[in-house]
């Protein structure tokens, strides 16, 4: 894998390139913050679902960009995957921290009055899902903390690599994967389901940004080298999503008789279009665009960004999905 050494250079006298996906990010993550405050004040049950989306989301946007930032041809963009890495991991830390007070809420079922009550308290504080949240920010310091000392040496990618790793397996400590089993299966099959998802979703993260300061041949490398992990990530995605399908659900016919297995179909639709998206630009997009075609580089860098909208519309469904009993 080639390093990347072709960059577009910027126009004398504009502010750095740097600054401005990390600000939009910046915004981004803002304007969700609002949201969720809005949200518990008009309902907690919302205010639980808004947070635990936004903890979802950038926890895998976070692990995933980690997980691209030490690729060797992401090396000439790392400054500015780094500054948006450190939003989302800061995104990331406040929303898993605000699940815990909006699950005593829910526990409570009395709305801010119930952050005062010992009991929802405890209850919250020794279930699973404190756990999760536990390991969720170790994970995340670990990422904060591997973008700062990566560099040439190959041991110096570990702590970023062990943070995703750690981030995306947080996600395993709760719901069905908790309560389904045979459990080495179940949590293997978890594990590769949310790791590929955080590859996707963070790595098309960081491919935007890199696709902002690549140009020319050097930018069709990099999208060649990114869709050939890609065939790795959706048969991993896939392989983890159906093996959890067939141990959760008890029988096909829950598929359209359960609002766990009508939510799978759902999510399973979305994720089916994605893939084939994904598929078409790497058989007829990337090679063009590795051959220099700024024609074609521009329906990648808008194929891209669709991928991305529809991924977050994933994550979202997730949610959801986390929620339904899977036996009906």
Same mark, same amino acid.
Do not use: I, K, W, Y
């Given at each position: 894998m080639q390093a990347v050494t072709a960059l577009r250079p910027a126009p004398a006298g504009s502010p750095p390139m740097a600054s401005g996906p990390a600000t939009l990010v910046a915004a981004l993550a803002g304007?969700?913050?609002?949201? =969720? $405050?809005?949200?518990?004040? +008009?309902?907690? /049950?919302?205010?639980?679902y808004a947070v635990d989306g936004a903890a979802l989301g950038s926890?895998?946007?976070?692990?995933?960009?980690?997980?691209?930032?030490?690729?060797?041809?992401?090396?000439?963009v790392r400054p500015v995957l780094r500054r948006v890495l450190q939003v989302l991991v800061t995104t990331a830390f406040a929303a898993t921290a605000l699940t815990v007070p909006f699950e005593i809420m829910a526990v409570d079922a009395r709305g801010l009055t119930g952050?005062?009550?010992? =009991? $929802?308290?405890?209850?919250? +504080?020794?279930? /699973?899902?404190?756990?999760?949240?536990?390991?969720r920010c170790v994970g995340l310091a670990a990422v904060a903390l591997g973008v700062r000392v990566v560099g040439r040496r190959r041991l110096t990618l570990l702590p970023a690599i062990c943070g995703a790793v750690i981030v995306a397996g947080s996600f395993v400590f709760t719901?069905?994967?908790?309560?389904?089993g045979p459990g080495a299966v179940v949590v293997a099959c978890a594990l590769a389901h949310v790791l590929a998802a955080a590859a996707w979703f963070g790595g098309l993260v960081g491919l935007t940004l890199a696709l902002r300061r690549v140009s020319g041949p050097r930018a069709g490398e990099l999208l060649a080298t990114f869709a050939s992990l890609m065939t790795g990530i959706v048969t991993m995605l896939f392989a983890g999503g159906l093996g959890l399908a067939f141990l959760y659900l008890p029988s096909p016919d829950a598929l359209l008789t359960t609002a766990y297995g009508q939510v799978l179909l759902v999510k399973l639709a979305v994720i089916?279009?994605?893939?084939?998206?994904?598929?078409?630009?790497?058989?007829r997009l990337v090679p063009l665009a590795a051959k220099g075609g700024a024609r074609e580089l521009r329906?990648?860098?808008m194929n891209v960004t669709v991928e991305q909208i529809g991924l977050l519309a994933v994550v979202f469904i997730t949610e959801v999905l986390m929620r339904q009993n899977p036996g009906g």
């Open positions: 304007a969700a913050v609002a949201l =969720v $405050a809005t949200t518990a004040l +008009l309902a907690t /049950d919302v205010g639980l926890g895998l946007a976070s692990a995933g960009l980690a997980l691209f930032f030490v690729l060797p041809g992401a090396a000439e952050l005062g009550d010992a =009991v $929802a308290r405890d209850l919250v +504080l020794r279930s /699973d899902d404190f756990e999760a949240v536990l390991v719901g069905h994967a908790r309560t389904n089916g279009g994605l893939a084939v998206l994904a598929a078409a630009n790497h058989r329906v990648l860098r």
